[in-house]
């Protein structure tokens, strides 16, 4: 489900789950001063894959976009 400018909402699977098994992710964005604060929220995820895939999440996607967005705003 995609909300423009307000709200993304996927089934997510890893690879290494069982088969059929999702979970839901949603990107929350809403208006904060001149920029956008993000919200994520992931439900149904396995309890044994918790720990991996919450430092997979800040490895793969939350540090580089933190990088990313700090570099952006240097200009």
Known sequence: MLVPGRRIVQAWRHRDWPEHHYSIAT???TPMGRGTR????QMGV???TYDWLDEGWRTTYWSPLAR??????RG
């Open 68 to 73: 990313y967005l700090a570099m952006r705003r």
């Open 46 to 48: 396995p309890a044994d």
């Open 38 to 41: 993000l919200s994520f929220t």
């Open 27 to 29: 990107f929350d964005l």
